[in-house]
């Protein structure tokens, strides 16, 4: 179900990417497929590699024990750091900055890790403190904060504002930072109200300590996007006049 669910959220957040590119972004479908490819194998091996990390496995001892290793156990942050140097390979390959992927990307990856919260419900990870009344859950015969719910509610609400301000044409790094500093603030907020083990650096859970550099990595992007390239201006079609000076002088260097 953990798999089925995130499936579903990916194929929605690719029919949303596709469909949200047409709205003046500079990158091709064809770019934009690559940087797909990229960002969700990379994606999946860096969460699998963090959850090594925070979560250290045991030799398996049957190929079930190896299946259950290599199946289960993602985290999230990895997922996105790995995703992101996905987008930094094809960025490079296709001369365009890395933020014209993430600004286009980032409304509909939070539809794919919204699907991933449900997995989680359904698979008994990543719960709450426990908890009886409003919001909450029975797993495993304990009552706690339905945190998966929360979350993949609050995902689906981002990816709506993030599509709005997309749509708005703001400069570079707008969307994307916005992103980051939304996200980490609800990420620092709700790991509060966890009660599964996933790592901790000090006083803080490992996904707190990576919201910091998060959030201010998206503040920086905030504030460098006011003067930033707007994609949106530099995508933008021709004028029918300068498109037939363009045509006429083809033709013109082929006679």
Same mark, same amino acid.
């Given at each position: 179900m953990?798999g089925l669910c995130?499936m579903?959220g990916?194929i929605?957040a690719?029919l ?5 590119r047409?709205?003046?972004?500079? %990158?091709?479908?064809?770019n934009?497929?690559?940087?797909l490819?990229?960002?969700i194998?990379?994606?999946?091996l860096?969460a699998k590699?963090? &959850?090594?990390v925070?979560?250290p496995p045991q030799?398996?001892h049957?190929?079930?024990? =190896?299946?259950d290793?290599?199946? @289960? ?7 996105l750091l790995g995703? =992101? ?10 001369k365009?900055? %890395? ?5 286009l990307?980032a409304?509909c990856?939070?539809l794919?890790h919204a699907g991933g919260?449900?997995?989680c419900l359904? @698979? ?12 909450s ?5 304990v009552?706690?904060?339905?945190t998966?719910?929360m979350e993949?509610?609050? =995902? ?7 599509t709005?301000?997309f749509?708005?044409?703001p ?7 916005? &992103?980051m500093v939304? &996200?980490?603030v609800?990420r ?9 083990d996933?790592?901790a650096?000090g006083?803080l859970?490992?996904?707190?300590? %990576?919201?910091?550099?998060?959030f @201010?990595f998206g =503040? ?9 390239v ?7 079609? @021709? ?5 037939a000076a363009?045509e006429?002088?083809?033709e013109?260097?082929?006679?």
């Amino acid at each position: 179900m953990y798999g089925l669910c995130t499936m579903v959220g990916t194929i929605f957040a690719l029919l949303a990417v596709f469909r949200l590119r047409k709205k003046g972004s500079p %990158i091709s479908e064809d770019n934009l497929l690559d940087a797909l490819i990229w960002a969700i194998l990379l994606g999946f091996l860096c969460a699998k590699l963090l &959850y090594f990390v925070v979560d250290p496995p045991q030799m398996p001892h049957s190929w079930r024990e =190896l299946w259950d290793l290599i199946s @289960a156990g993602l985290v999230f942050y990895g997922g996105l750091l790995g995703g =992101l140097l996905g987008l930094l390979l094809v960025s490079l390959k296709t001369k365009k900055n %890395i933020i014209t992927y993430t600004d286009l990307m980032a409304p509909c990856f939070c539809l794919a890790h919204a699907g991933g919260r449900v997995g989680c419900l359904m @698979a008994g990870c990543c719960y709450g403190i426990e908890h009886t009344g409003f919001c909450s859950v029975v797993l495993d015969g304990v009552s706690r904060l339905a945190t998966q719910p929360m979350e993949a509610g609050f =995902l689906v609400i981002l990816s709506g504002v993030l599509t709005a301000i997309f749509l708005k044409k703001p400069n570079r790094g707008a969307v994307t930072g916005w &992103y980051m500093v939304l &996200y980490a603030v609800w990420r620092f907020i709700i790991e509060f109200f966890r009660a599964d083990d996933r790592g901790a650096v000090g006083a803080l859970s490992t996904s707190q300590f %990576i919201s910091l550099f998060i959030f @201010a990595f998206g =503040l920086f992007l905030l504030i460098r996007s006011r003067k930033a390239v707007n994609d949106f201006t530099a995508a933008a079609p @021709a004028e029918p006049e300068e498109e037939a000076a363009a045509e006429e002088k083809k033709e013109q260097e082929q006679e």
